[in-house]
C-alpha cells in the first residue's frame, strides 16, 4: 500500500511541474531579456588617490543572469575628459559615448597596472579613470569613474660603459657607468659571437627620481648604434618571444627593459653585405619611466669607439707578419753580461730562412692539396716593435691583414712586464677574432714577468699566467733565472728532440753561444732557455700537441762522485737500498761501497730506479749485498760511496715547443638521415717556442729538402694554414619517420 501511494505522488508531481512549465511560457511569451552586468570598484586605491608610480587598479563584476565575460577600462588623462568629468554626468557620458571601441583596454583580470600617462607639458596630470565590465550576452554594465593623480619628474639620464670580459680588464679602460664614455682603443668587429670573441657590448643603468624602495619606477632603454665615419647606422636583432633573433633592422631599438646588448659583424652584413665596418662610431641611449616620459634631452647618454674589420674572407688577406721584439744590445753590459747577440745578424738569419721555409711549406702542401686546397704565399713583412719606451705596439689597423704573426725575442728582454702586457693585449684581442700567434725566443716566460716554476693561477690580475692557459693551454711554467743571478741554472740546452717525422732535431750552433758573454763566464750551451707543462689531454673544444723537448747537454756527459754518503733507504741484515745524492741522476757505475761506522765493504748487486705504485719509474737506487754478521745498514751510518753518472737538469726532456688550437663545436642532426653532424670550427691557434732559433746550427736535411730552421718554419706555416672548419657526421642510415 506503502509503495503505491509513492507512485502516485510521484505522478502528480510531475503532471503539476509540466503544467508550471508550459504555463509559464505561455504567459511570457519567450524567455526574459538578458539584464546588463554590475561593475565595481575595490576600496583600494581610493577614488582621488595620487601616485608618483603606476599603481594597481582592482576591481570586480556581477551578472544577475549570466557570466561577466571580460572588463574593459580606458585613463584619460586628456583636458576634454576632465572639462566633462567636471561639467557633470550628461558631459561625462557624451564624451564615453564618443569613445571608439579601440580606446577600451580589455583584460579579463580583476586588475591591472594602471601608468597614467603624463600630459606633455605638465609635471602633475589629472587623470579619469573609466571601468566597465562586458556579460556573455555582450550586454555592458554603466560605466563606474574614479580620477586620480600622477606626479611624474623625468628619469636621470641613464649612463653606460663597455661590457668587458675578464681578459679586457685594464687601468687605462674605466669601469664604472658613465653619461659619456669613450673607449681609448681600437676594436675588431668579428664576424659572429663564438666562445673567444665577445663582441663589442655595452651595459647600462638608470634611475629615476620618484622611485621610492617600495615603488622602484621601471625603466625602459633604447639604443642606436651609428658609423659616424660613414653615416650607416648598425642594425638592431630583432628577437621572438623566445628570444630567438628572427631578423635585424636599423634606427632607434624598440623600447625594452633590458640593460645590454652586443653587437657582432654579421648583423651589419645581414642587413647589407657591402657594410662598411671600419670607423668612427657612436652609441646612443636614452630611457623613459612607465609613464613614458624620457630624460630630458639636454643631457643625452652616449658612448663613443673605433672599431676595425676582422672577418675571415675580407680580412686575413696576408700570411705572415714578423713582430720582432728581439732586444737590441747597447754597448757594454748588454754584450759583456747578458750574452746578446748582434741584432744584425738576427734579422739577417731570418730573412734567410723565413722565405726558404715559406717555399718550402707550399711543397709539402702541394703534395697533399686535399688536406689543404689553398697555396701558401711565399709572403711576410716585418714590424719592428724594440722601443718599448714609446707606444709603438702593432697597430690593430696592421695585424687584421695577417694570417698568422709570429713574435721573435731572441735576446733575452730586459723590459717591464708591463711594457710586454699592453703588447700582448692587441695580440688577444687579434686572436679572438680568428688571428693566429706564434711565440719564440729566449726567456720567454720572463719577458712577461714569470720567474719561478710553478702552476699558472689565471685570474684578472695575473695576467701573463691568464694569458699562458688561455691562448697557449699551458699548466705550468719554468722560467729560468738570469745567468749572473742564478748560477744553479747552468747552461744546459743543448738542442731539441722530436717524435714527429717532419720536424728535424736540433741542436744548439756551439761556436756561436761560445762567442756569448755571460758576466765574464762563456758556454758551449745555452742558458736561460724555459720550459713549460702543457694542460691536459685533447678535448672537444681544445687541442694541444708538443713538438720539441729539452735535450739537455748533460745527457751526454758524465761526472764523477768520491766518498759520497747515500741516504740508507731500506736494509735487511744482509741487503741495503741506497740513494744517492741529490741531482745525481743515471748512475752509470759505481766502483766502492764502505761503510765507515761498521767498518765493512759492500757489494753492488744492482742500479735501478724504484718502480711507483702507478708503475712509472722513480728514483734511482744503488742495491748493495751487505756482510750479515755487521747487522742491517742504518741511515745513521758514515757512508763513502765511489760512482759516475750523467748530470741531467730538471730541464731535460721537457717541453719547450708546442702548438695549440682552440675550437668550438657545432652540431646539427639531419632529420633525413637520422645522422649528426659536428663541425670544429677553429677560434684560433697558437705556438710557443721558449728558445730562439737563430741560435740553432741549420744544417741542411737533404730528405727534407732544406734547412733545419726552414723546415721548422715550414711546418708551422702548414700548421697556421689549415682550413679553419672540419667536420665528420655519425649516425644510423635510416631516416627518422
Known amino acids: 500500500m506503502l509503495h503505491r501511494t509513492k507512485v502516485l505522488l510521484a505522478v502528480i508531481l510531475a503532471i503539476f511541474l509540466g503544467t508550471s512549465f508550459w504555463g509559464c511560457n505561455r504567459l511570457g511569451d519567450g524567455l526574459s531579456e538578458n539584464r546588463a552586468p554590475e561593475v565595481h570598484f575595490v576600496n583600494i586605491p ?4 595620487t601616485f608618483s608610480y603606476a599603481p594597481v587598479v582592482r576591481w570586480y563584476g556581477y551578472d544577475a543572469d549570466g557570466l561577466v565575460n571580460a572588463f574593459q577600462y580606458h585613463d584619460a588623462g586628456d583636458t576634454a575628459a576632465v572639462n566633462a568629468y567636471r561639467a557633470g554626468d550628461a558631459a561625462l557620458q557624451q564624451y564615453i559615448n564618443s569613445l571608439p571601441a579601440s580606446a577600451w583596454v580589455t583584460t579579463y583580470s580583476n586588475a591591472d597596472t594602471v601608468y597614467l600617462r603624463r600630459a606633455a607639458d605638465t609635471t602633475i596630470t589629472e587623470h579619469v579613470f573609466m571601468l566597465r ?10 560605466v563606474k569613474v574614479r580620477t586620480f593623480f600622477r606626479t611624474n619628474n623625468p628619469p636621470y639620464a641613464p649612463s653606460v660603459k663597455w661590457a668587458l670580459d675578464v681578459t679586457r680588464t685594464s687601468p687605462d679602460r674605466p669601469q664604472d657607468y658613465q653619461l659619456h664614455y669613450d673607449i681609448p682603443d681600437t676594436l675588431f668587429w668579428g664576424d659572429t659571437l663564438t666562445s673567444t670573441y665577445p663582441g663589442i657590448g655595452f651595459l647600462w643603468k638608470g634611475s629615476d627620481p620618484d622611485s621610492r624602495a617600495l615603488n622602484v619606477i621601471p625603466l625602459t632603454y633604447s639604443y642606436m648604434l651609428q658609423n659616424e665615419t660613414t653615416g650607416e647606422i648598425f642594425p638592431y636583432a630583432i628577437r621572438d618571444d623566445s628570444n630567438h633573433v628572427v631578423g635585424y633592422a636599423q634606427g632607434w631599438s624598440p ?38 616620459t624620457e630624460s630630458t634631452p639636454d643631457s643625452v647618454c652616449w658612448a663613443t669607439f673605433r672599431a676595425v674589420s676582422a672577418v675571415e674572407g675580407r680580412n686575413f688577406d696576408r700570411q705572415l707578419l714578423v713582430v720582432d721584439w728581439t732586444a737590441h744590445p747597447t754597448a757594454g753590459i748588454d754584450s759583456t753580461n747578458f750574452g746578446m747577440r748582434n741584432d744584425q745578424e738576427i734579422t739577417d738569419f731570418y730573412n734567410a730562412v723565413i ?28 714590424y719592428l716593435d724594440k722601443d718599448f719606451t714609446l707606444n709603438n705596439r702593432v697597430p690593430i689597423d696592421h695585424i687584421r691583414h695577417y694570417k698568422w704573426v709570429w713574435v721573435i725575442s731572441d735576446n733575452l728582454s730586459r723590459n717591464a712586464p708591463t711594457d710586454i702586457q699592453s703588447r700582448v693585449k692587441v695580440l688577444q684581442e687579434y686572436m679572438k677574432v680568428g688571428g693566429q700567434v706564434l711565440f ?8 712577461f714577468g714569470l720567474t719561478q716554476c710553478g702552476d699558472l693561477v689565471p685570474t684578472a690580475s695575473n695576467w701573463a699566467d691568464r694569458h699562458f692557459r688561455d691562448y697557449h693551454n699551458l699548466s705550468t711554467v719554468c722560467a729560468k733565472g738570469q745567468q749572473a743571478t742564478n748560477m744553479s741554472q747552468a747552461a744546459d740546452f743543448g738542442g731539441a728532440t722530436t717524435t714527429d717525422r717532419l720536424l728535424p732535431g736540433l741542436e744548439v750552433d756551439t761556436a756561436l753561444v761560445h762567442r756569448m758573454i755571460y758576466h765574464s763566464q762563456r758556454y758551449y750551451c745555452l742558458p736561460e732557455v724555459d720550459y713549460f707543462g702543457r694542460s691536459g689531454a685533447a678535448s672537444g673544444t681544445e687541442y694541444t700537441v708538443s713538438l720539441y723537448n729539452y735535450n739537455s747537454c748533460s745527457s751526454l756527459a758524465s761526472d764523477s762522485a768520491f766518498n759520497v754518503d747515500c741516504m740508507v733507504v731500506s736494509s735487511t741484515p744482509s741487503r741495503a737500498n741506497l740513494r744517492p745524492a741529490a741531482g745525481h741522476t743515471r748512475i752509470l757505475n759505481v766502483s766502492r761501497v764502505f761503510n765507515a761506522t761498521r767498518g765493512v765493504a759492500g757489494e753492488v748487486i744492482a742500479v735501478d730506479r724504484e718502480i711507483l705504485p702507478s708503475g712509472l719509474p722513480g728514483e734511482w737506487r744503488i742495491v748493495v749485498s751487505t756482510p750479515a754478521t755487521a747487522g742491517a745498514w742504518q741511515d745513521s751510518d758514515s757512508l763513502q760511496v765511489d760512482y759516475t753518472y750523467i748530470p741531467i737538469q730538471p730541464s731535460h726532456d721537457q717541453p719547450v715547443a708546442t702548438n695549440y688550437i682552440r675550437y668550438q663545436s657545432v652540431i646539427t642532426y639531419n632529420r633525413d638521415q637520422g645522422r649528426f653532424n659536428i663541425e670544429l670550427w677553429t677560434r684560433f691557434r697558437s705556438g710557443l717556442f721558449t728558445f730562439p732559433l737563430s741560435f740553432i746550427k741549420n744544417d741542411y736535411v737533404p730528405e727534407m729538402g732544406g734547412t733545419k730552421v726552414a723546415a721548422v718554419i715550414a711546418y708551422e706555416a702548414l700548421f697556421f694554414n689549415q682550413p679553419r672548419v672540419f667536420s665528420t657526421n655519425f649516425g644510423g642510415g635510416r631516416p627518422n619517420p
Not at 360 to 382: F, G, K, V
Open 255 to 292: 623600447w625594452s627593459s633590458e640593460a645590454q646588448v652586443t653587437f657582432a659583424a654579421a648583423a651589419a652584413f645581414a642587413v647589407d653585405p657591402n657594410f662598411q665596418l671600419d670607423g668612427s662610431y657612436k652609441f646612443y641611449l636614452k630611457v623613459r619611466d612607465d609613464g613614458l
Open 355 to 382: 722565405p726558404e721555409g715559406l717555399a718550402l711549406a707550399e711543397q709539402w702542401r702541394a703534395l697533399n692539396p686535399l688536406a689543404n686546397p689553398t697555396p701558401i704565399p711565399n709572403q711576410y713583412d716585418w
Open 133 to 142: 565590465c562586458v556579460d556573455d550576452k555582450g550586454a555592458f554594465s554603466s
Open 46 to 49: 581610493l577614488d582621488s588617490t
Open 440 to 447: 719564440s725566443g729566449r726567456g720567454v716566460f720572463r719577458d
